[in-house]
């Protein structure tokens, strides 16, 4: 019989427990509640929750909304969204990550200090243009920070101005040290650059411990939505160690012709996204399979 086992250490982080958990509490005694973008970037866990009652809207839906509940999901959101909310009468459950909510709240700081007289000041996010996370931290800037995908990208920064370096909470530790290292090195004397450390240890510990997981496993099952940031790093985690990793979405992706005979052991692990429930399914299946 094949060894099948579940990463202990994947499925989702703190901010997304959190979130949830109020959704279902919410559903429990309201008819109707909304949510601004995925709760969570995964397909399957969206769909549960759907059928619970909760409804998934984007931005612009949400500015025609009035008298409704709607949920603040655990990647935050812009000053914007907090006035429109009191200008429409809508009541805001929010679940805003404390780690993202503390970030927010340095970053508007750090953005309504001024500067000493005739200084120039960029406040740069190292993170992924366009996530909602990311999205919500350029709001407490009025939409002057400067977003920096990678290390390339950094190198094309204004090194005569001052620095004020931050990043999103799910990014890679190590491309972080690689940033922080060249604009150091770079930097002019005549400016200064402070950086600060804001990625969340729960995800970036994952890195370490999933590398380990997946080179105890012939073949490894990466569960995770397609949308997923977190879902992608940890993944190229995997097939670093082990080439032999696929990323599926749900249980009907498994590709049974990968369990061949040389397979013994089988390791299924997730993003901070991915519920356990899914990874169980998976597990179950193959079991079935194999049986």
């Not at 290292?181 to 650059?193: D, L, N, V």
């Amino acid at each position: 019989m094949r060894k099948v086992e579940i990463d202990e250490g994947s499925g989702f982080c703190f901010g997304v427990t959190t979130a949830i958990r109020k959704a279902e509490e919410e559903l429990a005694k309201s008819d109707t509640l909304y949510c601004l973008g995925d709760i969570v970037h995964n397909g399957q866990e969206c769909e549960r929750l759907r059928r619970m009652g909760l409804n998934t809207i984007g931005h612009e839906e949400f500015t025609r909304l009035n008298h409704a509940k709607v949920l603040l999901r655990a990647h935050g959101e812009p000053p914007q969204t907090y006035i429109t909310a009191q200008q429409n009468n809508i009541e805001i459950i929010d679940a805003t990550c404390p780690v993202v909510l503390r970030l927010q709240k340095r970053i508007k700081q750090e953005y309504d200090t001024p500067t000493d007289e005739g200084r120039q000041k960029q406040i740069v996010i190292f993170g992924k243009n366009g996530h909602a996370e990311v999205l919500g931290l350029v709001g407490q800037t009025n939409g002057e920070a400067i977003v920096i995908e990678n290390l390339e990208e950094a190198q094309k920064l204004d090194f005569t101005k001052d620095i004020r370096l931050y990043s999103q909470t799910t990014k890679s530790l190590d491309e972080f040290r690689q940033i922080v290292s060249y604009i150091q090195e770079h930097i002019s004397p005549e400016a200064t650059f402070m950086y600060y450390d804001t990625i969340c240890r729960q995800v970036a510990n994952r890195m370490p411990d999933i590398r380990k997981f997946a080179a105890g496993h012939d073949l490894v099952f990466f569960v995770c939505g397609h949308k997923s940031s977190n879902g992608k790093i940890l993944f190229q985690e995997c097939r670093k160690v082990n080439p032999n990793s696929y990323q599926i979405d749900r249980p009907e992706d498994i590709d049974f012709s990968l369990l061949t005979d040389n397979i013994h052991s089988i390791g299924i692990c997730g993003a901070t996204s991915t519920p356990k429930w899914l990874m169980e399914e998976c597990r179950e299946i193959i079991m079935r399979h194999d049986g």
